[in-house]
Nanobody, 129 residues
Framework: QVQLVESGGGLVQAGGSLRLSCAASGRTFSRYAMGWFRQASGKEREFVGAISWSGGVTLYADSGKGRFTISRDNAKITVYLQMNSLKPEDTAVYYC??????????????????????WGKGTLVTVSS
């Protein structure tokens, strides 16, 4: 069974940092673009960022540019979301997702439409003021 499992969420003060991890089961994920979404309470889920399978291409939403960095380790089949300078408005459940298309780039339309093939169950990030 294909699975994406997020970890690393928690409570952090504003201005602090967290690193989220998403571990994938199945070697095939090393050839998929992977990325992150988030959903705050009472709001729609929104795109955070994505990375191509080689790590050579990244795409970020404006909300995280300059503060969030996505990386991946294909040997561990894990993608990371490093979040710095966190703000209370970053509080949300963060979800990992994967696009099963095996081209080495990020299909912006797919991530914008949230039309992904695999989803994790999410990890909660709470940023206190």
């Amino acid at each position: 069974q294909v699975q994406l499992v997020e970890s690393g969420g928690g409570l952090v003060q504003a201005g602090g940092s967290l690193r989220l991890s998403c571990a994938a089961s199945g070697r095939t994920f090393s050839r998929y673009a992977m990325g992150w979404f988030r959903q705050a309470s009472g709001k729609e889920r929104e795109f955070v960022g994505a990375i191509s399978w080689s790590g050579g291409v990244t795409l970020y939403a404006d909300s995280g540019k300059g503060r969030f960095t996505i990386s991946r380790d294909n040997a561990k089949i894990t993608v990371y979301l490093q979040m710095n300078s966190l703000k209370p408005e970053d509080t949300a459940v963060y979800y990992c997702a994967a696009d099963a298309y095996q081209g080495d780039y990020v299909r912006a339309d797919v991530w914008t439409r949230q039309d992904l093939d695999y989803w994790g169950k999410g990890t909660l990030v709470t940023v206190s003021s």
